[in-house]
């Protein structure tokens, strides 16, 4: 499994932010926990770990939003092209445990009827076992 660290600026400040991606494997369903913020300093490396899971096949994925603080347009567009890649080779999507700050922004652009949202990862655990 992957372990992604990312550093990056914040624009017009001298302080480094990090985006982290740590993945395991639960029963046939890849965990990937994000932490930091998921914007254009960080998306392609978040790209390389979504496209790694595409070739390899792996069907089942979860992204455990926990430690996410923000995600951008750039961010959202990734989310939906790995949504997209599962459903080709006949695999699905679940997030969980979206802040209350992330969460409208899947309400506004209609991303919740696409992809399954769940409140945590237990829950998320326990639907993909219908999969």
Do not use: H
Not at 24 to 52: R, S
Not at 72 to 93: C, K, Q
Not at 105 to 124: M, P, R
Request: glycine share 6%; hydrophobic share 45%.
């Amino acid at each position: 499994m992957v372990k992604l660290e990312l550093p990056y600026f914040i624009a017009g400040s001298r302080q480094r932010k990090y985006m982290k991606v740590a993945q395991k494997e639960k029963n046939g369903v890849v965990i990937c926990a994000i932490a930091g913020e998921i914007n254009i300093d960080t998306v392609e490396g978040l790209k390389k770990v979504f496209q790694n899971l595409l070739e390899n096949k792996i069907r089942k994925v979860l992204l455990n939003f926990d430690k996410v603080e923000y995600i951008d347009s750039l961010g959202i567009a990734s989310l939906v092209e790995l949504s997209r890649g599962l459903r080709e080779i006949e695999g699905v999507l679940f997030l969980s445990n979206l802040s209350p700050n992330i969460r409208p922004i899947f309400s506004i652009t209609k991303l919740d009827q696409v992809i399954i949202i769940y409140d945590t990862e237990e829950e998320a655990l326990k639907e993909f076992y219908g999969y």
